[in-house]
């Protein structure tokens, strides 16, 4: 490599953004940084495709492209709708303008037809197309689920997007690096759900602003990928531009054999390059925070944001300022309550926080043999299509079929709630999304956000429940 | 609608709430469009109206004070949340041209300066003046990099040199990268 001269320890960060600079940084510009991979929706593409048409610019590199379709497609199970479901107006014509660009400027694009389709964070890790040391870009906010490779994978504006199309490059500042210390292990019901819970909760919904986590220590060793992702997925909910693990035998294990991975000899030597993606002992950073993840309990919101947590066994705090009121209003809960046994309209686990094979086998785990609360609507998508035909191949869509849940094709859903997917308004949903935002499951819509194992013992209980009891029980009768 | 060299003078309309997140800038369900025009009248769509599209006359973009205002003052930490540009195009739709906060999330601040929306970050004790005085004639001038407010204000505010070099020459982004083209393909030859 050619700063293999330059001495002094380094940030993860730092070795990747070094790698990807074209042009440097200096008072007056950005660096120019290129990107490896860019991961294209319908949502925020179609104005950028729409300037370079104008200019009459190409896609620069179509082959470090993959697009998908999963924000405002419907996901109802085919059996209500036919063999393909189908659109009202806009929608419709968001994903044509996709297929249309796609086929324009030669993208690859795994369309509404395609079995390889899904939610774009789910799709890029499953395809093997995200991988160690990458630059990754999307023009959505979540593509920091990436960075649980060792890739700097951040969300970018539709402006941006057209930039990358045209010249697969960025204007770029270094971010800051703000390494999150996580020491023990996660107890038995805990996830990293919970743990993402808990460093927002620690950090705020704007702490990490301007900043590039890097996950580290003990506890996120022992993650698996999924895992991973999901801890990522939820940085930009403390504000930060980026998560990153570094890669480890875990990393290589996942994607050693998927379509996009290198092959045979390049398989062997970028496993040997990816394996010097780690910060060096001594590297700096610019802040750190430390946890203990021993000490954590299942995570459920209580508020308007992600921040605004509290232990399932816990209360909403006491004394909150006016936005706490605010929130409380709009939920409408009230300070000093107990979350657990608040009663519950509906459950939604899906997104691509939770949505892969691992949260479908728990969500599955709790909700076997049991039946979901009676009136209580229990809504499970999948994260892409081809989770949907593991779990099936699993018999996972039977567990839910059977406890009363429904059981969806693949794609954003109750996540956002553009697709025809909502809650009614001032119902109460426990959400395995990341967002609990007024209105983001539908206009009045309450959202509380928890892992699949809380959100499946809700959707037993009715009310926001504990899942551990479920689990010792289950084992014990194991 | 670029920032440009003039100096912004308007009354400040103030939303004094914390944390305020691009759902409620513009909710996810007006992004299915493949334009970016009009998108003014989705702005804080469900603040503005009642569900059966009245306007909520206790808000405050729905009441006369507002009027002609280009400046809004949000409480902390303003646009947290999605990548949607549809904040900022909606924001610019709707008439304005700048947003001060004490911290502006990341992607919105850099999707806005593309758009030429001022988002400015600013002192807690500016933003305390700001929020305790609405409709407080503010002047923003991106030449000089300097705020004034009423009697009382008057400061410097940072703001990303090459955006405000772009703004105020009227430089498109897009050009200087496609400019750099040949380090682009040098990079790109050095890597293979
Ligand atoms: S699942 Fe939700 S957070 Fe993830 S990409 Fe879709 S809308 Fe965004």
């Given amino acids: 490599m050619s700063e293999a001269r330059d001495i002094g320890p380094r940030t993860l960060l730092e070795k990747i953004w070094r790698r990807h600079v074209v042009v440097p940084e200096t008072a007056d510009t950005p660096a120019v940084l290129y990107v490896d991979l860019h991961l294209v929706h319908e949502v925020t593409s179609p104005q950028a495709f729409s300037v370079l048409r104008r200019r009459g610019l190409p896609v620069r590199r179509p082959d470090r492209t993959l697009a998908t379709v999963d924000h405002s497609i419907p996901t109802s199970p085919a059996r209500w709708q036919g063999d393909r479901p189908t659109m009202d107006g806009e929608a419709r014509v968001q994903v044509d303008t996709l297929g249309d660009n796609c086929a324009h400027f030669d993208i690859p694009l795994l369309g509404i037809g395609s079995r390889r389709r899904g939610i774009v964070h789910v799709i890029g890790p499953e395809q093997g197309a995200s991988q160690p040391g990458m630059t990754i870009v999307c023009g959505d906010s979540h593509t920091t689920t990436h960075g649980a490779f060792g890739a700097l994978a951040f969300g970018i504006g539709t402006t941006e997007v057209g930039h990358v199309l045209a010249t697969q490059c960025l204007l770029q500042r270094r971010p800051r690096a703000l390494a999150v210390n996580v020491s023990g292990s996660l107890a038995a019901g805990v996830t990293a759900k919970d743990l993402a819970l808990a460093v927002i909760g620690r950090l705020g919904v704007g702490g990490g602003t301007g900043h590039v986590i890097e996950y580290r220590g003990a506890a996120i060793r022992a993650l698996s990928m999924d895992e991973r992702m999901t801890l990522c997925n939820m940085s930009i909910e403390a504000g930060a531009r980026a998560g990153m693990v570094a890669p480890d035998d875990t990393t290589f294990e996942y994607l050693d054999g998927r379509p996009m991975s290198p092959k045979a000899a390049a398989w062997e030597r970028a496993v040997r390059d990816w394996r010097t993606l780690c910060s060096d002992p001594g590297a700096r950073f610019d802040r750190e925070i430390e946890i203990d993840a021993s000490t954590l309990e299942p995570q459920v919101t209580w508020g308007t944001d992600p921040g605004m947590v509290v232990a399932v066994g816990g209360r909403i705090p006491a004394d909150g300022g006016a936005r706490q009121r605010e929130a409380l209003s709009y939920m409408d809960l009230d300070a000093g309550q107990a979350i657990g046994g608040q009663p519950v309209d509906m459950v939604f686990i899906g997104s691509c926080t939770n949505a892969r094979l691992s949260d479908l086998r728990q969500a599955a785990s709790v909700l076997r043999g049991r039946k979901v609360a009676p009136g209580l609507r229990a809504v499970i998508v999948p994260g892409s299509q081809q989770v949907k035909a593991q779990a099936e191949a699993e018999g996972l869509h039977r567990v839910f079929l059977e406890a009363g849940a429904e059981w969806h094709e693949s794609g954003c859903s109750l996540c956002i709630a553009m697709n025809g997917d909502r809650a009614a308004p001032g119902q109460y949903v426990v959400s395995t999304s990341n967002r609990n935002f007024e209105g983001r499951q539908g206009p009045g819509a309450r959202t509380l956000l928890a892992s699949p194992l809380t959100a499946a013992a809700s959707a037993i209980a009715g009310a926001v429940a504990d899942p551990r009891p479920l689990l010792e029980r289950a084992r014990r009768i194991a | ?192």
Avoid at chain 2, 65 to 80: H, I, Y
């Fill in chain 2, 1 to 192: 609608m670029s920032a440009g060299r003039e100096i912004i003078r308007s009354r400040t309309v103030v939303l004094p709430v914390e944390n305020i997140d691009t759902d409620q800038i513009i909710p996810a369900r007006f992004l299915t469009t493949t334009e970016r025009a009009g998108l003014g009248r989705c702005l804080f769509h469900d603040w503005r109206f009642h569900a059966d599209g009245r306007p909520r006359s206790d808000f405050i973009l729905n009441q006369p004070a507002a009027d002609g205002c280009d400046v809004l003052v949000a409480g902390r930490n303003f646009a947290c949340g999605s990548s949607r540009e549809h904040a900022p195009w909606a924001l610019l739709d709707y008439g304005f041209r700048a947003v001060i906060s004490t911290e502006i999330a990341d992607i919105f601040r850099s999707n806005a300066l593309r758009n030429g929306l001022l988002a400015l970050e600013v002192t807690d004790e500016v933003h305390d003046w700001l929020i305790a005085h609405p409709g407080a004639p503010v002047s923003i001038d991106l030449e000089s990099c300097r705020l004034r407010a009423g009697d009382a204000v008057d400061t410097t505010f940072e703001i990303e040199s090459f955006a405000r070099y772009c703004l105020l020459n009227g430089v498109d982004p897009l050009g200087y990268l496609l400019s750099r083209l040949p380090d682009i393909e040098c990079y790109e030859a050095g890597r293979a």
